[in-house]
């Protein structure tokens, strides 16, 4: 499984690094991000690209995990 931590970047480099990860991994992809709509914005990205995801609070913010 590949990460993309992309805790206190700005956007859009979150959804930027996401989509590069989605193309490169045919598996799946797990997304830390630290801001509610971050979180929102990397879900959407995901369900753009055909894929659903499994979202989970963590101590400093979200993993998102995008399944293939």
């Keep these: 499984m590949r990460e993309v931590d992309a805790?206190?970047?700005s956007c859009p480099e979150p959804v930027?690094?996401?989509e590069e990860a989605i193309r490169e991994e045919k598996g799946p992809?797990?997304?830390l991000?630290?801001?509610p709509h971050q979180k929102m914005n990397i879900e959407k990205c995901a369900k753009d690209?055909?894929?659903k995801?499994?979202?989970t609070e963590t101590e400093d913010g979200f993993a998102v995990t995008?399944?293939?």
Excluded: A, W
């Design 66 to 68: 995008i399944e293939p």
């Design 29 to 31: 992809v797990r997304v």
């Design 49 to 51: 690209h055909g894929r």
């Design 33 to 35: 991000v630290s801001e």
């Design 7 to 9: 805790r206190g970047l």
């Design 53 to 55: 995801t499994v979202t």
């Design 16 to 18: 930027m690094l996401t």
